[in-house]
């Protein structure tokens, strides 16, 4: 049972595009919404966060927007670099016991 | 900048042997995990950890695996009788605290059953 769905499998884009990568989810009781990039050989790194009481968060480049009804939440990467080529997995939490679900993982190329 | 420590970085080990995994986590963490990653799948929750005790665990952490915190530093893994299908990254995770906003991971060990 998929607990959140995360699209596309893997994306192209060109140096200074943007880069949207989607989630959706069915239980509501998450209340911890993150996106991790992940480097081959590396561990997976917290690049932003959001929670639901808020519909959009912005830090430099990275924007997550979230929309609570539809059950939807995405990364968008502005003016996306060759170094942000990685795997990007968004997750939920909760305050329970502090789990992550991690979606399937989008594999980012920025091409120069 | 504080970060979780895993050993070894990789380990190989024969179908049926047992294997230990260490972390050691950010020091003034208090809930502890453990994750897995099969290669080029997504990252799997296995087990969390609070007070000394499992305080959840996944369908994949059956009696085959055991986790500890002997010292009050190292939280460790055990894989009692390894499979072929235990083949992944294992990564260690700590959080300061349930509200706290970021899970520190661990840069991952990984194990090849042969």
């Known amino acids: 049972q998929q607990q959140v769905k995360q699209s596309p499998q893997s994306l192209i884009v060109q140096k200074g595009g943007i880069s949207i990568i989607n989630c959706a989810y069915e239980?509501?009781?998450?209340?911890?919404f993150p996106w991790y990039q992940q480097f081959p050989g590396k561990g997976p790194a917290l690049l932003i966060a959001?929670?639901?009481?808020?519909s959009e968060k912005k830090e430099g480049r990275f924007t997550i927007s979230f929309n609570k009804s539809a059950k939807q939440f995405s990364l968008h990467i502005m003016d996306s670099q060759p170094g942000d080529s990685a795997t990007y997995f968004c997750?939920?939490?909760?305050?329970?016991?502090?789990?992550?679900?991690f979606g399937q993982g989008t594999e980012l190329s920025v091409k120069p | 900048e504080p970060e979780v420590t895993q050993t070894p970085s990789h380990q190989v080990t024969q179908m049926g042997q047992e294997v230990i995994l260490r972390c050691v986590p950010i020091?003034?963490?208090?809930?502890f995990y453990w994750y897995r990653q099969i290669l080029g799948q997504k990252v799997e929750f296995l087990v969390s950890?609070?007070?000394?005790?499992?305080?959840?665990k996944s369908e994949i952490f059956d009696d085959q695996f055991s986790v500890e915190r002997p010292d009050g530093s190292n939280f460790t893994l055990k894989i009692r009788s390894t499979k072929l299908e235990d083949s992944a990254m294992y990564f260690c995770?700590?959080?300061?605290?349930?509200?706290?906003?970021?899970?520190?991971f661990g840069q991952g060990t990984r194990l090849t059953v042969v």
């Open positions: 997750a939920l939490g909760d305050n329970q016991g502090g789990k992550l679900i």
């Open positions: 020091s003034n963490h208090l809930y």
């Open positions: 959001i929670r639901p009481d808020v």
């Open positions: 239980n509501t009781a998450f209340d911890y």
């Open positions: 995770a700590s959080w300061r605290q349930r509200s706290n906003t970021e899970a520190f």
């Open positions: 950890f609070y007070n000394n005790e499992i305080s959840e």
